[in-house]
């Protein structure tokens, strides 16, 4: 970690987890005071920021799950762990199940990681992944394969990739490295979601153009031109991410205190958060907007519905909750 003085988060970071980690690389050594500020955007934003900061401050991080018996962690780590070094089966697994996520391993899901790091595949369209361990079932020992340990020490983490599916134009020219229909100029990217929502004939729309899909690969899909043909659009999801439930708690029970006060003593509250008197009557005056436009101020009890009338005279519906994404 480099030589950081001070964090600068612009937004309401998504939850208390998350921000201490970010600020937590200002002064990052022994003995040294971790400093940052929180910079909101909007008067929305203030308000969690003021929730966040607070609940940063009393050390209110959210509840941690440990995931039980993720398979994908157990397979990098049989692999760290026989790169170095010969092992026997059942001191791996006597091992493994003395970490808390593994506890309650049960020995054929074990196994089957191990058969499936051997190079044991259900099926031939795994035969390209090559096997990362040697098991020898005969001696009862797992020895890591040449380049397991600079594997391990690469490639750790569960940090997933994006999801997305490249689209490409079939029948052009194969892309360098490929073969067959591996297809060629590349047209954009679909959600893996929608990907496994289609199939082959099937037509969507990209851009201001509707494309037929001709196959499906493991990590493309190959489309021709569908012009005037109507079609799907493809999934679109927003890049904030949504607030943890006991933040959203929070959120609401702030805001239903701070509105149930008088002015000066919400301010009082307010300051108590961290707020300054021009930050304050931000929020009394974001407060005080919304019970004029709606009649009442979602909490963590309420939840409004709003139904309005657009620039074209359509109508809209909004619900205002302080819980999820």
């Known amino acids: 970690m480099g030589a950081v003085d001070l964090v600068?988060?612009?937004?309401?970071?998504?939850?208390?987890?998350?921000?201490?980690?970010?600020?937590?690389?200002?002064?990052?050594?022994?003995?040294?005071?971790?400093?940052?500020?929180?910079?909101?955007?909007?008067?929305?934003?203030?308000?969690?920021?003021?929730?966040?900061?607070?609940?940063?401050?009393?050390?209110?991080?959210?509840?941690?799950?440990?995931p039980a018996n993720p398979l994908d962690v157990l397979a990098q780590q049989l692999v760290a762990m026989t790169a170095m070094d010969t092992w026997d089966v059942d001191e791996l697994l006597a091992v493994v199940r003395r970490a808390a996520p593994?506890?309650?391993?049960?020995?054929?899901?074990?196994?089957?990681?191990?058969?499936?790091?051997?190079?044991?595949?259900?099926?031939?369209?795994?035969?390209?992944?090559?096997?990362r361990v040697v098991w020898d079932r005969v001696a009862g020992t797992v020895t890591g394969r040449p380049g397991a340990q600079r594997l391990a020490v690469t490639s750790g983490g569960t940090i997933p990739d994006r999801g997305l599916f490249g689209v490409f134009l079939a029948g052009a020219e194969p892309s360098s490295g490929g073969g067959g229909r591996s297809g060629g100029r590349r047209v954009g990217e679909l959600d893996e979601e929608m990907v496994y929502e289609s199939r082959v004939g099937d037509v969507f729309t990209l851009g201001t153009t509707s494309w037929r899909i001709e196959d499906i690969t493991r990590d493309r899909v190959l489309v021709t031109p569908a012009p005037g043909v109507p079609g799907r659009l493809p999934f679109w999801k927003g890049d904030q991410l949504g607030r943890p439930l006991e933040l959203g708690r929070a959120l609401g029970a702030f805001l239903r205190e701070v509105g149930a006060l008088a002015p000066e003593a919400a301010r009082a509250r307010l300051g108590a958060a961290g707020l300054d008197r021009w930050a304050a009557d931000n929020v009394l005056a974001y407060v005080s907007e919304q019970r004029t436009a709606c009649g009442h101020v979602p909490d963590d009890r309420t939840i409004v519905v709003e139904r309005f009338r657009d620039e074209l005279g359509d109508w809209r519906v909004v619900i205002h909750s302080h819980f999820g994404a």
């Open 8 to 66: 600068v988060q612009f937004e309401s970071p998504p939850s208390v987890a998350s921000v201490l980690q970010r600020v937590g690389r200002a002064g990052h050594q022994v003995g040294a005071v971790s400093t940052g500020i929180v910079f909101p955007k909007y008067r929305g934003d203030l308000v969690q920021a003021a929730v966040v900061t607070e609940r940063m401050r009393a050390g209110a991080i959210e509840a941690l799950r440990v």
């Open 102 to 131: 593994f506890a309650t391993l049960p020995e054929s899901a074990f196994t089957a990681v191990l058969d499936m790091l051997a190079g044991r595949y259900p099926s031939d369209a795994f035969a390209e992944l090559r096997p």
